[in-house]
């Protein structure tokens, strides 16, 4: 293949132009963290040169519907920062470019909007027309994915369900396979409740839902070991034990990978036709503007996507 054919052609969306994500994809590409990969940014360019700017080289696409001043956010603003996430993904899945880094967005402001996505992950399930996406975190070596996402924590254990849990697994599988190269990966299943239930005593969501899913995952060739304690299987998969870990609700989950990694980790989501990376944080409406916002995780997001969309052009397969 050509050379201009092996560079990775990688979409980025500048999130809520209120918050700190213009500021660090600015940041970073002015840092050259793209090297010779392809890039376009989609998004509130205004915001985008009160940050910084970007290198010339850097292809653009516009969307603003409303003037937002950084650390102020307005609900106005909120369909260009969905129609820019929407048109990036559409550009994914039509070829032009080969992956795709997602800038914070925040669920209060879209929410108020009118936009009932929890999250970029059912965004993008919905632009793709697929049925699960999985959230998963990487960091320092440790793979984290989530059960459920963004809900009240009071309703997890009605969110779980064997069927569920057991297509979660199986994306992870697949995708842990596909995109990172694990040819059988090894997946360590967290319970839900303080010692994974201590046997029914602090509840039985491990012996009713979770376990018979561990068991149905293994019938189906998926590596996926548990019910285990989550205060002690984050540390055997950082030792090694295990290739990812499956949490059953999203501080259960992200705390610990957040504590081993934090502002290096990258989101990627599993389950998709693209390839999609974002950062590891919020929009922190506090700092923003103020020239304190650390675009680390941002340029670990943007050097996966650039990995992964090049393992993919390598190998002639599409994500």
Do not use: W
């Not at 999609?276 to 919020?282: A, C, E, P, Q």
């Amino acid at each position: 293949m050509s050379a201009a054919a092996l560079t990775p052609r990688i979409g980025i969306t500048l999130g809520d132009p209120a918050g700190i994500g213009p500021e660090v994809v600015s940041q970073a590409l002015r840092a050259g963290a793209h090297g010779s990969a392809c890039v376009r940014v989609y998004g509130d360019l205004d915001a985008l040169e009160r940050a910084g700017g970007l290198p010339a080289s850097v292809a653009r696409k516009s969307f603003a519907s409303a003037q937002v001043a950084a650390g102020k956010p307005n609900a106005e603003a909120a369909h260009g920062v969905i129609e820019a996430i929407r048109c990036a993904a559409r550009d994914c899945l039509a070829g032009e470019i080969d992956a795709m880094v997602t800038a914070p967005i925040s669920k209060q402001v879209i929410a108020q909007a009118g936009y009932a996505y929890p999250g970029h992950t059912e965004l993008l399930a919905e632009a793709a027309q697929v049925p699960r996406a999985v959230m998963l975190l990487v960091g320092r070596g440790l793979r984290v994915g989530l059960a459920t996402i963004h809900c009240p924590l009071r309703e997890v254990p009605e969110r779980l369900s064997q069927p569920e849990l057991v297509e979660v697994m199986a994306v992870m599988h697949c995708d842990l396979a596909r995109l990172f190269a694990i040819p059988r990966p090894r997946i360590g299943v967290c319970g839900l409740n303080p010692h994974a239930g201590e046997g029914g005593r602090f509840g039985d969501e491990e012996a009713r839902i979770i376990r018979p899913a561990v068991e149905l995952a293994c019938a189906r060739g998926i590596d996926a070991r548990g019910p285990f304690a989550a205060d002690s299987l984050f540390h055997r998969a950082v030792v090694g034990e295990f290739d990812a870990v499956l949490g059953m609700y999203h501080d259960q989950a992200l705390g610990p990978l957040k504590v081993h990694a934090f502002g290096r980790a990258v989101n990627v989501t599993l389950g998709l036709p693209l390839i999609r990376t974002s950062v590891d944080h919020g929009t922190a409406f506090d700092i923003a503007g103020q020239g304190r916002a650390d675009s680390g995780s941002m340029l670990e997001a943007l050097q996966l996507a650039i990995e992964l969309a090049g393992r993919r052009t390598e190998g002639g397969n599409q994500a």
